[in-house]
């Protein structure tokens, strides 16, 4: 987990508000395996699971979970892309 004062680059948003398990986690699989190396994604999603799935998923799949918080009921995740062809 980076600090909550470093500023990220966002190369990609995803809006994943209203949708339920598993499709924030698909979205962000698919949107991942598209980007560069490196390439940080920010994940906004509803669902109340929705940051415990993605911290799984990405430890699953090689990438960096690399900070979440929820503001006003929308998870903001950021999810730096691993190496892996995942």
């Given at each position: 987990m980076?600090?909550?004062?470093?500023?990220?680059?966002?190369?990609?948003?995803?809006?994943?508000?209203?949708?339920?398990?598993?499709?924030?986690?698909?979205?962000?699989?698919?949107?991942?395996?598209?980007?560069?190396?490196?390439?940080?994604?920010?994940?906004?999603?509803?669902?109340?699971?929705a940051?415990l799935?993605?911290?799984?998923?990405?430890?699953?799949?090689?990438?960096?979970?690399?900070?979440?918080?929820?503001?006003?009921?929308?998870?903001?995740?950021?999810?730096?892309?691993?190496?892996?062809?995942?």
């Open positions: 980076m600090d909550p004062d470093t500023p990220l680059n966002i190369d990609l948003e995803l809006d994943c508000s209203g949708l339920k398990c598993p499709l924030p986690v698909l979205k962000a699989a698919k949107a991942l395996r598209t980007a560069p190396v490196g390439a940080v994604v920010r994940v906004l999603a509803t669902d109340p699971l940051e799935d993605l911290r799984h998923f990405c430890s699953e799949a090689g990438h960096d979970f690399l900070s979440a918080q929820t503001v006003d009921g929308t998870l903001h995740a950021h999810i730096r892309r691993g190496d892996r062809d995942s």
